[in-house]
């Protein structure tokens, strides 16, 4: 009877555990469900590292030993040695003919252009008619001198010369009516049109010899008081690909700025006097008149001097000081400054050849 009772109690205690393991199976299988329900969680975004900026660095520069220049810097063009502008002193007439275009090989004395001067012409002949009476009529006046008044011969005398003069002086501005070339050489500017009014002293046409060329520059007047003849000049050609050597030839005449360039308001000719000249150690051939170039004249130098650049300077009131850097750090060092060009500065006092200075 004792062993029933143990083994009924078994087998109760054995469903119980059944049981136990059963629910918490089905709890762990719930979970798992239940997990695998509920949403993906995004990826953690990876945030790019930050790079905090730098802070600018200045320039350094060290202290040398070199060549200081001060330079005029000028434009200019390529000019004939010998050239000459010509103009009409006639105002309002117009031209009758143009017998050259621009580029004509010319010689001297050749007509270039003409102006209808057909009224003055007129004007002498009649005046030409007027004077044969004049003639015969001094003829007779001189077969009664010895019977006439000294005063009364005078005065004839003077009406006869007035009349020969008036004469002369026509046949002057007739004249001048026509442009002849004054030398041998090219026509290479030409600004004439048959028919066109012309106003006294506009330029008409420029003769130039072409084959003597001139390295010429307009240089103002404040940069001219630096300059004298025998300078070194450096000499920039368009179309040459390297720096020509060469010294101031000629400075320009004085402008009169007086406004009396000419009668009637023309503009003044251009003329080779006007501009400063450079002689050229070696003039390379195949240039042609007109070619721009520029100039440096190098108005004063010195060797071997310290030097450093001009942004390296600087200044506070009357103080000039730069900032020296070495292995202990910064430092404000007063310097003082001889020749300073557009780049560089000369210190005489306060640095060595080898230092180093920061920029600004």
């Known amino acids: 009877?004792?062993?029933?009772?143990?083994?009924?109690?078994?087998?109760?205690?054995?469903?119980?555990?059944?049981?136990?393991?059963?629910?918490?199976?089905?709890?762990?299988?719930?979970?798992?469900?239940?997990?695998?329900?509920?949403?993906?969680?995004?990826?953690?975004?990876?945030?790019?590292?930050?790079?905090?900026?730098?802070?600018?660095?200045?320039?350094?520069?060290?202290?040398?030993?070199?060549?200081?220049?001060?330079?005029?810097?000028?434009?200019?063009?390529?000019?004939?040695?010998?050239e000459e502008t010509m103009f009409f002193t006639a105002d309002g007439k117009r031209i009758k003919n143009v017998l050259v275009k621009n580029g004509d090989k010319v010689t001297q004395g050749q007509v270039l252009v003409v102006l209808d001067m057909e009224d003055m012409q007129k004007d002498l002949?009649?005046?030409?008619?007027?004077?044969?009476?004049?003639?015969?009529?001094?003829?007779?006046?001189?077969?009664?001198?010895?019977?006439?008044?000294?005063?009364?011969?005078?005065?004839?005398?003077?009406?006869?010369?007035?009349?020969?003069?008036?004469?002369?002086d026509l046949e002057n501005e007739i004249a001048k009516g026509t442009l002849v070339a004054p030398f041998s050489g090219t026509i290479v500017s030409l600004n004439a049109e048959k028919g066109a009014l012309v106003k006294a002293y506009d330029p008409i046409a420029i003769v130039a010899d072409t084959s003597r060329l001139a390295v010429a520059a307009s240089v103002t007047k404040d940069d001219l008081k630096q300059i004298a003849v025998g300078m070194e000049v450096n000499v920039d050609i368009n179309t040459v690909g390297k720096t020509?050597?060469?010294?101031?030839?000629?400075?320009?005449?004085?402008?009169?700025?007086?406004?009396?360039?000419?009668?009637?308001?023309?503009?003044?000719?251009?003329?080779?006097?006007?501009?400063?000249?450079?002689?050229?150690?070696?003039?390379?051939?195949?240039?042609?008149?007109?070619?721009?170039?520029?100039?440096?004249?190098?108005?004063?130098?010195?060797?071997?001097?310290?030097?450093?650049?001009?942004?390296?300077?600087?200044?506070?009131?009357s103080r000039t000081y730069v900032q020296v850097v070495d292995e202990n750090g910064k430092r404000e060092v007063d310097v003082e400054v001889g020749q300073q060009s557009t780049t560089d500065v000369e210190i005489v006092k306060g640095l060595t050849p080898g230092q180093k200075v920061v920029g600004r």
């Open 244 to 317: 020509l050597k060469g010294k101031v030839k000629q400075l320009p005449q004085a402008k009169d700025d007086s406004g009396n360039g000419g009668s009637g308001g023309g503009q003044k000719p251009e003329k080779l006097e006007d501009f400063l000249l450079v002689q050229l150690d070696n003039l390379p051939k195949g240039l042609t008149r007109g070619t721009p170039l520029s100039i440096a004249v190098i108005t004063l130098r010195r060797d071997n001097v310290v030097i450093i650049p001009q942004s390296a300077l600087r200044s506070i009131g």
């Open 1 to 82: 009877m004792s062993m029933k009772w143990l083994t009924g109690n078994s087998s109760k205690s054995g469903r119980r555990l059944r049981q136990i393991l059963l629910v918490s199976l089905c709890g762990a299988m719930m979970m798992t469900a239940g997990c695998s329900l509920l949403p993906k969680e995004d990826a953690e975004e990876v945030l790019p590292t930050i790079t905090p900026p730098k802070i600018s660095q200045k320039p350094e520069y060290e202290v040398t030993k070199g060549t200081i220049e001060t330079k005029v810097t000028a434009s200019g063009r390529l000019m004939s040695q010998q």
């Open 125 to 168: 002949r009649k005046k030409k008619l007027a004077f044969r009476k004049d003639e015969i009529n001094m003829k007779e006046t001189l077969r009664q001198k010895d019977q006439m008044d000294p005063v009364e011969f005078e005065q004839a005398s003077i009406v006869f010369e007035e009349s020969r003069q008036a004469i002369t």
